[in-house]
């Protein structure tokens, strides 16, 4: 289903970045700032990470990984105001961090035919309400039709010490790179992307920052 946001009512704030740059954290944040829901699109790649995992295939056999996923029943829905996920009923909950699907989630995140499916859920939570979506390609491939688009960035050095405070083993380097050669929908800055170097910011501040610039660009739900 193709978003078309001259005709929906609803907004969509547009959050992209690599890795531990903050995106999980911010969003939240900022959701709960403006009532607006918070959809983290990459639990939808790492949910498909934890099945392939769990069916035994290889991350990197693209024909069984697509296969997989038109077998699965991957549910995104919206319950107590809040984005949730199921696999065959089945909520994954903390181990779509691991360090397991870690390792492989960029592996299946490649390829276009998974891409579609996915894209196409994202897509539909527009249709019910005012979202703040995260992930790697949500200004350039999603919604690029949103005015409001941000990509949180900060230096390798940065991400890789947060992410090893949280105690998570994440060869971020390795998912970055995988992230941003593919074919399909690599993660780039968008042209019209305000782009927020977080590097030596405090989740405050970045909010503080989102916000302000939020409310220069006209989001009325500011006003
Ligand atoms: O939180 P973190 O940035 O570590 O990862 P994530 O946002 O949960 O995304 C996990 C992986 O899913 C990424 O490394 C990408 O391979 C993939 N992903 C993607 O390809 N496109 C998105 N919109 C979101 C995630
Ligand atoms: O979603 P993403 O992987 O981009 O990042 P996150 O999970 O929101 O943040 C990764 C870790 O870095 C969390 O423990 C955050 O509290 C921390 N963080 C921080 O200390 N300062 C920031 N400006 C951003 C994130």
């Given amino acids: 289903m193709a978003s078309d946001l001259n005709h929906n009512q609803y907004r969509v704030i547009a959050i992209d970045g690599p890795a531990a740059s903050g995106k999980s954290s911010v969003s939240q944040m900022l959701s709960e700032y403006l009532g607006f829901l918070h959809v983290n699109s990459g639990v939808m790649y790492r949910a498909l990470a ?18 997989h996923l038109r077998a699965i029943d991957l549910c995104c829905g919206i319950s107590d105001n809040k984005a949730t996920l199921t696999v065959g009923g089945v909520d994954p909950g903390g181990e779509l961090k691991s360090s397991e699907v870690n390792s492989v989630v960029s592996a299946v995140s490649r390829v276009a035919e998974v891409r579609d499916v996915l894209v196409a859920k994202q897509r539909e939570y527009l249709n019910v309400a005012d979202i703040v979506m995260e992930g ?39 998912r970055d790179a995988v992230d941003s050669s593919r074919e399909t ?35 009325d739900a500011l006003e």
């Fill in 185 to 219: 929908s690599p993660m780039v800055v968008a042209d019209d992307a305000a782009v927020i170097d977080t590097s030596e910011m405090t989740l405050d501040e970045v909010l503080a920052e989102i916000i302000d610039r939020l409310r220069v660009s006209g989001l």
């Fill in 50 to 67: 934890w099945s392939v995992l769990r069916a035994g295939i290889h991350a990197n056999d693209d024909c069984a990984v697509v296969e």
């Fill in 136 to 174: 790697r390609d949500i200004g350039s491939v999603v919604f690029p039709e949103t005015p409001y688009k941000f990509y949180i960035d900060a230096s390798i050095e940065v991400r890789a010490k947060r992410r090893m405070k949280e105690g998570i083993v994440d060869d971020l380097a390795q």
